[in-house]
């Protein structure tokens, strides 16, 4: 078996898809550093299977991807695939070319792939299990493996002794047996738990029966107890009843006599009330007479009152009047004094104001003459103004026609701005809603498309449903199709199984010699058991070892002697034999010829067409037992068919031919044909025909649990297909449809309506740019007049200042003497006031003077009126009294005659009250009677409510109805210690507490429940057993294994250690004996030249790489790889150690394919084939082959 092809395509520096043909012997990868060498190395170690990032030099498993260059763009996925041819069948599969490849994806999804069938990660690790291959054997070594190989962790050292002893499988099936017994143990301590539940749930119910037993005893006595107490209640009540109604009847007699007796008296007592009513108006007529006459009483008493009051405020008021006389006429006196001093003040005054009066007038001459000179210039400077103002104006109405034709312009160019805007707008918005349109074109467009589609899609969903449903039905007749052909391999193995341990087929001596060890301890086995080949060649191999196959295999001359004497001495009969170890002489010239001639002849039927191989290269066997199914096969050809194999024994009859079918040739003529044997039949490796039957068993349940999965997925697959939604779907597509119809048809309203809009704003711009035109030749106009204007306003500025100079100075002249004659004007001003204050004071003394004596006449008359009213009300005064004294009289008689009549209504109302009194007691009598009647009626409802009650109870608790009884102890009958009993018995069933009155029926099934976990918790106890006892079996075949495969390891590490340094060099393996040899830890002593290092690592790199190497190659001695990867390992050896490295790899080449990468060039000269790695484009790698070996075919 070796490694014959590597594709890598998308592999870290391999862009372009490389292909690199590898055969038997020693292949070289050389170039520079960074060329890409190792990638080809970790293109196998990640096609094997390798998980760890970091052991392809990766932080992340994407990264293997070729990730591109400045030329080559990255590439969405990567994919290796490894080719090897497996002619020895070293791989379990049938197949004699094995292609695996990997893929994986920018998007973290990664697909396996096993002769281009999808597989799993587990099968191609289950593929090269304890093969030597794989990602954690020692199929691939590495420089930095040697440091971990030779380290103080000897993990990885350990797995590599563990590959070559085979031991992984025994571990894994441990590690699934632990797994198995701890899920056994959890299963155990569930059902444990469960058990000590359902006991306790057990041990309460049985309890709860035991309680709902006595519950039923205790219920059955208080049944009869309290139904013969509710029976006597009953009759009791019903007694009570009626005695009860009686009562009511006389009192409700007695009753009805009182009510006649009330409304009688009641009668009566209504006149006397009619009489009361009267009497107590006619006294109310009085009382309101008397109120009358009290009312004008207090009148008369009050205008009285105020009369005198004012009697006494009008003698105040004479006394008042006299005084103030007296003030006013000294007042009088005062006044006529202030007018005679402000007459002479006055006069005084009137000469200083006719001197003043004459200085003004000289003043008021001078200032005439100036104000005319003044009012000439103003007239002048007026004049002139109206020039200036002209100008002004005239410049100030061009400037303003110039401004407003400028605002015009701006506010036409602004509106000519706006207006473009707005068609600028509008056309956003026609684009727009040109958009939307389109928009909703493609959305009706998409949807009717979808709408189509879904359509479609309902009908293929349809299809797609009637298909799954077909699919189904197919698929549950395969299930049933893969159980029968599980089921028939099973009975198949069985009775291969049973025809091997009955040696079925065997002659009866070599059957006996097989069976007995009375005549030797050795192993014994006959031809049939110690090989086997694959199924198409089985009959043919069978045919060709037919008279072999029964021989026992026998080492020795002694060893046969022995045979042959134990069958005469029991008389067992005769058997066949085969001596190993005797081998005729082949070194003579006889011999040499006659082997030159046939192997002549072998190449000829070689060439044959329808030859198909030697019988002896057919076989598959162990190496020691190889030789002799090559002598015994010598010459034994096989070949198509029965045809060809008569024309080769006619061509060479010294062979002999076996076909397909188990038909033979033999030399000599002797022909053996017919119809096909049955497998069943055949003898040779049928211990292989089991191993191989049992082998397809898991791949036929595998593909049972796809064809389950399939179901499932398909009926999942038919569930998922809801027709009903598709269908809603639709509806909702064609709604959607309608609605952007609707929308279609409004944004084309809108873009119509913008379209028009934009005409209309552009016949506004026409005529807005036509007047911004007018204003612009306007304002151009306009500039040039103002400059006239501005120049004219500047001449006359000038002449205007110079008019107002000649005026400022006139007006400075008049002012001053305006100053003077104000002056004068002031002091005649001054004057003048205060002969105008004396006027006014001597006018406003004889106004006071004047008043004054008006008011003294006043007072007098007031003086004199106020004598006359004072008498008047004296007399008033005298008129009121008499009449006060007439009111007191009538009021008098009035309240004589309202006692007389208050009299008379207090008899009338003794009389009424008799009458009530009576009418009182008879109500009293009556309530008493109502009352009596009222307790009678709720006794009567209680006992009613309380028999009702009664019968529901009886009812609702027995499910009787309550029937009235004669009892003649009724009397005599204790119903009060029969209740206590009742009592009593409920009280003993409430302590009880909750009854659960199925518990006999919850018990029996938790009971049942309890025995079936007690059987299951034993199985669970004898299953735990049997793992432990398969896990210590395990650990026994295992580590059994493991010991042999590590002592002749060692043997031949120091052999070789030896080989690769000195013979008297010392070297060993040591493993710790005091611990698991699956677990223990292995060191490894390597003290080569003498030395003596405490440790290994103290060793040259070189001598580390030497010591690795005898190890490595120790463990193919014992289990050789089909395939080694040496990736750089030489780089520390010098070329005395490289000569002998290369020397070693040579040795071995013959049974291991060896792929080296390496920089040296005695190690490049060992090599049968090279491959140089490239970069000739930068970051791309590429191959360039070298042939030194005429059979490498090149990519």
């Keep these: 078996m070796y490694l014959s092809k590597l594709e890598i395509f998308g592999f870290k520096s391999f862009a372009n898809r490389t292909q690199i043909n590898f055969t038997k012997g020693i292949t070289g990868i050389v170039g520079p550093n960074g060329c890409g060498k190792t990638n080809i190395v970790d293109a196998i170690r990640w096609c094997l299977g390798e998980q760890k990032s970091s052991t392809l030099r990766s932080d992340k498993m994407e990264n293997v991807i070729f990730n591109g260059t400045k030329l080559k763009k990255s590439m969405g996925m990567s994919e290796v695939s490894l080719t090897m041819v497996n002619d020895e069948g070293l791989l379990p599969t049938e197949y004699s070319e094995v292609t695996i490849t990997r893929r994986i994806f920018r998007s973290g999804e990664s697909e396996y792939l096993l002769n281009k069938n999808l597989c799993r990660l587990k099968d191609i690790t289950n593929l090269f299990m304890d093969t030597g291959m794989g990602t954690n054997a020692y199929s691939v070594i590495e420089l930095k493996m040697i440091e971990t190989i030779l380290s103080s962790k000897a993990d990885e050292r350990r797995r590599m002794f563990e590959e070559a002893a085979g031991v992984n499988k025994y571990k894994?099936?441990?590690?699934?047996?632990?797994?198995?017994?701890?899920?056994?143990?959890?299963?155990?301590?569930?059902?444990?738990?469960?058990?000590?539940?359902?006991?306790?749930?057990v041990r309460s119910l049985e309890r709860q029966a035991k309680k709902a037993d006595k519950y039923n005893q205790i219920q059955s006595v208080l049944r009869e107890k309290e139904l013969d107490w509710a029976e006597r209640e009953y009759a009791l009540s019903n007694a009570n009843i009626l005695r009860f109604t009686s009562q009511i009847e006389g009192f409700k007699t007695k009753k009805n006599i009182i009510d006649f007796e009330i409304r009688k008296t009641e009668n009566d007592l209504i006149e006397f009330r009619n009489k009361i009513s009267e009497v107590d108006s006619e006294l109310s007529s009085k009382r309101l007479e008397i109120s009358n006459e009290t009312n004008l009483l207090h009148s008369v008493k009050q205008k009285i009152s105020v009369s005198e009051e004012r009697l006494k405020s009008l003698t105040t008021n004479i006394e008042r009047y006299k005084q103030e006389l007296e003030e006013l006429r000294l007042q009088n006196d005062e006044i006529d004094e202030t007018i005679l001093e402000n007459k002479s003040k006055i006069e005084t005054l009137n000469r200083s104001n006719s001197e003043i009066e004459e200085k003004l007038s000289e003043s008021e001459s001078h200032v005439t003459e100036l104000k005319v000179e003044v009012e000439e210039k103003q007239k002048n400077l007026r004049s002139y103004n109206e020039v200036v103002i002209e100008i002004y104006k005239k410049e100030e109405s061009k400037k303003t026609s110039l401004a407003n034709a400028q605002l015009s312009l701006q506010k036409n160019d602004e509106q000519i701005s706006l207006l473009n805007k707005k068609i600028q707008n509008l056309t956003n918005n026609i684009a727009k809603t040109v958009g939307y349109l389109e928009n909703l074109e493609n959305e009706k467009t998409a949807l009717s498309k979808s709408l189509e589609e879904s359509e479609a899609k309902f009908v293929s969903k349809q299809k797609e449903k009637e298909s799954l449903e077909k699919k189904l039905g197919k698929l549950k007749e395969n299930e049933l199709d893969q159980k029968s052909a599980i089921g028939n391999l099973k009975n198949k193995i069985d009775f291969l199984q049973t025809l091997i341990t009955n040696l079925e087929g065997i002659s009866k001596g070599s059957k006996v010699l097989l069976d007995s060890r009375g005549w030797t301890d050795k192993d014994k086995n006959i031809f049939a058991d110690v090989g086997s080949s694959q199924e198409k060649y089985r009959f043919a191999v069978e045919a060709s070892l037919k008279n072999v196959l029964n021989n026992l295999l026998i080492e020795n001359i002694d060893d046969l002697n022995k045979a042959v004497e134990y069958l005469n001495r029991n008389n067992l009969g005769k058997a066949s034999f085969y001596l190993l170890n005797n081998e005729p002489d082949t070194n003579t010239i006889s011999s040499k010829l006659s082997n030159y001639i046939?192997?002549?002849?072998?190449?000829?039927?070689?060439?044959?067409?329808?030859?198909?191989?030697?019988?002896s290269l057919l076989v598959e066997t162990e190496d020691k037992w190889k030789p002799y199914f090559d002598k015994v096969l010598s010459n034994k050809a096989v070949v198509s068919d029965l045809k060809t194999a008569l024309l080769l024994s006619k061509k060479y009859p010294e062979f002999s031919y076996a076909t397909l079918n188990g038909d033979i040739v033999e030399k000599g003529g002797i022909i053996e044909a017919g119809s096909e044997p049955k497998l069943d039949d055949t003898l040779f490796g049928r211990k292989q025909l089991v191993e191989n039957l049992k082998n397809e068993i898991p791949v036929l349940e595998q593909k049972l649990k796809e064809i389950q999965a399939e179901i499932d997925s398909t009926e999942r697959a038919i569930s998922s297909i809801d027709l009903k939604v598709i269908s809603e779907e639709g509806k909702m597509l064609i709604n959607d449809i309608n609605n952007i119809e609707k929308q279609l048809n409004q944004f084309e309203f809108e873009k119509n309506k913008s379209t028009e809009e934009i005409d209309k704003t552009q016949d506004q711009i026409k005529e807005f740019a036509g007047e911004s035109n007018r204003l612009n030749n306007l304002i151009e106009?306009?500039?040039?007049?103002?400059?006239?204007?501005?120049?004219?306003?500047?001449?006359?500025?000038?002449?205007?200042?110079?008019?107002?100079?000649?005026?400022?100075?006139?007006?400075?002249?008049?002012?001053?003497?305006?100053?003077?004659?104000?002056?004068?004007?002031?002091?005649?001003?001054?004057?003048?006031?205060?002969?105008?204050?004396?006027?006014?004071?001597?006018?406003?003394?004889?106004?006071?003077?004047?008043?004054?004596?008006a008011t003294i006449d006043k007072r007098i008359t007031q003086i004199d009126s106020t004598k006359t009213e004072i008498e008047e009300i004296k007399t008033s005064l005298t008129e009121m009294q008499r009449e006060l004294d007439e009111i007191n009289g009538r009021r008098n008689v009035l309240i004589q005659q309202e006692n007389e009549i208050e009299e008379k209504l207090k008899e009338l109302k003794t009389e009424a009250s008799k009458y009530e009194s009576a009418v009182t007691e008879m109500r009293n009598e009556r309530q008493e009677l109502s009352d009596s009647i009222h307790e009678i009626d709720i006794k009567l409802n209680e006992l009613r409510i309380r028999l009702e009650g009664l019968k529901d109870h009886i009812r609702e608790e027995y499910n009787l109805e309550l029937e009235l009884k004669e009892f003649t102890d009724l009397d005599e009958f204790n119903f009060s210690d029969t209740k206590s009993e009742i009592e009593n018995l409920k009280s003993q069933l409430k302590n009880l507490g909750p009854i659960n009155l199925l518990a006999y029926s919850e018990y029996e099934e938790e009971k049942e429940r309890m025995d079936f976990l007690h059987k299951q918790r034993d199985d669970l106890i004898d299953s735990e057993k049997d793992l432990v006892k398969t896990i210590h079996d395990i650990n026994e075949t295992a580590q059994e294994k493991f010991k042999e495969t590590f002592e002749e390891i060692r043997a031949n590490f120091v052999k070789i250690f030896r080989t690769l340094f000195d013979p008297g060099d010392e070297a060993d393996l040591v493993i710790d004996e005091n611990e698991d040899p699956l677990e223990s830890k292995i060191?490894?002593?390597?003290?080569?030249?003498?030395?003596?290092?405490?440790?290994?690592?103290?060793?040259?790199?070189?001598?580390?790489?030497?010591?690795?190497?005898?190890?490595?190659?120790?463990?193919?001695?014992?289990?050789?790889?089909?395939?080694?990867?040496?990736?750089?390992?030489?780089?520390?050896?010098?070329?005395?150690?490289?000569?002998?490295?290369?020397?070693?790899?040579?040795?071995?080449?013959?049974?291991?394919?060896?792929?080296?990468?390496?920089?040296?060039?005695?190690?490049?000269?060992?090599?049968?084939?090279?491959?140089?790695?490239?970069?000739?484009?930068?970051?791309v790698s590429k191959l360039a082959a070298v042939q030194f070996n005429e059979d490498l075919p090149v990519n």
């Design 172 to 201: 894994l099936r441990r590690r699934l047996a632990l797994k198995k017994l701890d899920e056994v143990k959890s299963d155990l301590t569930r059902v444990n738990d469960i058990v000590s539940e359902v006991e306790k749930q």
């Design 781 to 853: 106009i306009l500039t040039k007049e103002i400059a006239i204007v501005e120049e004219e306003k500047s001449t006359a500025d000038k002449k205007h200042n110079e008019l107002e100079t000649y005026l400022r100075s006139s007006e400075e002249k008049l002012a001053h003497s305006v100053q003077n004659q104000n002056q004068y004007r002031l002091e005649l001003e001054r004057i003048n006031g205060q002969i105008q204050n004396s006027d006014n004071s001597i006018e406003r003394a004889e106004k006071t003077r004047e008043n004054v004596s």
């Design 598 to 615: 046939i192997n002549r002849k072998r190449k000829k039927i070689a060439r044959e067409a329808s030859f198909i191989n030697w019988t």
């Design 1083 to 1179: 060191e490894i002593i390597a003290k080569p030249k003498g030395k003596r290092p405490t440790s290994i690592e103290l060793l040259s790199g070189g001598e580390k790489t030497l010591t690795a190497t005898a190890l490595l190659f120790a463990i193919y001695l014992v289990k050789p790889s089909p395939f080694c990867i040496l990736d750089e390992v030489d780089a520390p050896l010098d070329d005395a150690n490289i000569d002998r490295f290369t020397k070693l790899i040579k040795e071995f080449s013959s049974k291991t394919q060896f792929i080296i990468v390496t920089h040296n060039k005695r190690t490049m000269e060992s090599a049968e084939n090279m491959y140089g790695v490239t970069m000739q484009e930068e970051g």
